[in-house]
């Protein structure tokens, strides 16, 4: 250890490569954005309707059963 002209010890930082450090930013990084988007899925699914209707559900006022034209 040695010392600052502050008093203070410094702890000299062990010596890792760049390619690991590089790594873990990476694995952070992509565990990072799946959780935001997971947890965005589930903030969000409950908002959406779940079975739209694909029609409305009443035919238009001039609608004529069995009329070909």
């Known amino acids: 250890m040695t010392n600052t002209d502050l008093g203070l010890e410094v702890i000299p930082r062990l010596d890792r490569s760049k ?3 590089g790594l873990i930013f990476v694995i952070a990084m992509w565990f990072l954005s799946r959780s935001v988007i997971a947890i965005g899925m589930q903030l969000i699914t ?4 779940k079975n739209p209707p694909l029609c409305d559900p009443q035919p238009p006022l001039d609608f004529v059963s069995g ?3």
Do not use: A, C, Q
């Open 19 to 21: 390619s690991r450090d």
């Open 46 to 49: 409950p908002l959406v309707g």
């Open 67 to 69: 009329f070909t034209s």
